[in-house]
């Protein structure tokens, strides 16, 4: 394996581990300092809404700036962000943080390093082998990130068991994750030059917008759609379901932690067989013919009886709820000129971010109204299937070079 690949891969293990590592408490620990459903909603809106505009300004200047320093400024902000959630309880200062600071209230990818890390594997790899190794990335992902939700709600889980208070157990779990973005800092410093822009993409051909020019109304088509998507999985991200099923079930941190464990492991191998079915019926077809039954799932979870059910609906969802990532990531890779690479991944990154800003303060006003408890559920998951109803009707005839 090429040494960059290798590099990248072992990056996105580490971050997607420290994401799945504080997931799992993070609103538990917003509640212990004394934040409100409604506060914990906004700030987890803050969040999404300052990564839109650090990961726009990012990586629409990857090529230019360099990919690999853009890449480590990333890494520094996620420890930014730990390191001020950890020390103060003001709630201005954690708005602040959460719109400067990179950090993931859902365990999924979150910041400018995605769309770079894709750009730089496009192009180190040959089209035939881009879906698969997108595959294997978004595997190794998920995997990481089901790790690090065990890790970190069995840690919180046994520090209280020794004698410490929640708040204390939850502030260690904040300590890895800034250590975590110390750690991938220095991981990247060991990118060579390799997974810069080539000269061809740093030109600047006529009428380019966010680096974007041929291929502008299809990045844009897609946006819009992705930000629909976004919009339904925001009500419904990592940390807002740890916090429903510890309401609805009383449930612990350890508990939890397992489930998402148990969820994110089968995700990741959900996002591999993927590649076979594209093989088969298209990137397309898999996107929405994997995605609809996965959002009828959803909509089933609140609506089990008993824990046991609801843990096994929803295990069933992750199942194959990953299998339009990689196949999403790759189509995109494919529909757009090689030279618009970074800003089409970064374009519609910023456009799922800015889609999944919004919707955790919906779901936190949902959460203060026991009655509404369950809606956001029903919400994500129709959204979601009117999102694979437009994506069909709109893209299914505009095919990636290997697929013709």
């Known amino acids: 394996m090429d040494r960059n690949v290798f590099t990248l891969?072992?990056?996105?293990?580490?971050?997607?581990?420290?994401?799945?590592?504080?997931s799992v408490v993070l609103a538990l620990y917003f509640a212990e300092i004394g934040l409100t459903e409604r506060q914990i909603g906004f700030l987890f809106t803050l969040t999404l809404v300052g990564d839109a505009g650090i990961s726009l300004w990012l990586t629409t200047t990857a090529d230019r700036y360099g990919r690999k320093r853009t890449l480590i400024v990333g890494a520094l902000l996620m420890?930014?962000?730990?390191?001020?959630?950890?020390?103060?309880?003001?709630?201005?200062?954690?708005?602040?943080?959460?719109?400067?600071g990179v950090i993931s209230p859902s365990g999924n990818e979150i910041g400018p390093f995605l769309?770079?890390?894709?750009?730089?594997?496009?192009q180190l790899l040959p089209n035939e082998k881009r879906t698969q190794m997108f595959a294997w990335y978004n595997l190794v992902g998920s995997f990481a990130t089901a790790v690090g939700a065990l890790a970190g709600g069995w840690l919180a889980q046994l520090l209280q068991f020794r004698g410490m208070s929640a708040l204390v157990a939850y502030r260690s779990v904040l300590t890895g994750y800034a250590l975590g973005g110390i750690i991938l800092a220095t991981l990247f410093l060991l990118l060579t030059r390799d997974v810069e822009a080539t000269t061809a993409s740093q030109a600047k051909p006529a009428h380019r917008v966010l680096g974007l020019h041929r291929s502008r109304g299809v990045v844009i088509?897609?946006?819009?759609?992705f930000a629909l998507d976004a919009f339904a999985g925001g009500l419904v991200v990592q940390a807002l379901i740890a916090y429903w099923f510890h309401v609805k079930f009383g449930i612990d941190a350890g508990l939890i932690g397992s489930i998402f464990?148990?969820?994110?492991?089968?995700?990741g191998v959900s996002a591999l067989l993927a590649v076979r079915l594209a093989n088969r019926i298209g990137l397309i077809n898999t996107m929405v013919f994997t995605h609809i039954p996965s959002n009828l799932l959803l909509i089933l979870v609140p609506l089990m009886p008993?824990?046991?059910?609801a843990i096994t609906v929803l295990l069933l969802r992750f199942s194959i709820s990953q299998m339009d990532v990689p196949t999403r990531q790759s189509y995109t890779m494919a529909v757009v000129s090689p030279d618009e690479r970074?800003?089409?991944?970064?374009?519609t990154s910023i456009a799922r971010s800015l889609g999944a800003a919004v919707s955790p303060s919906l779901t936190g006003i949902f959460f203060a109204v026991p009655a509404l408890l369950s809606v956001p559920f029903f919400l994500a998951g129709g959204l979601k299937i009117v999102y694979d109803l437009l994506l069909y009707r709109g893209f299914r005839t505009m095919r990636p070079p290997e697929e013709d």
């Not at 088509?221 to 759609?225: A, I, K, V």
């Not at 464990?261 to 995700?267: E, K, T, V």
């Open 306 to 309: 008993t824990l046991p059910l």
């Open 79 to 100: 420890t930014v962000a730990g390191v001020v959630f950890l020390v103060t309880h003001n709630v201005l200062i954690l708005l602040a943080a959460a719109i400067i």
């Open 115 to 122: 769309s770079v890390e894709q750009a730089a594997l496009a």
């Open 261 to 267: 464990f148990g969820a994110n492991m089968l995700a």
């Open 9 to 22: 891969f072992s990056a996105r293990i580490l971050r997607l581990f420290c994401y799945g590592f504080l």
């Open 221 to 225: 088509r897609l946006s819009g759609l």
């Open 342 to 347: 970074s800003a089409a991944s970064g374009v």
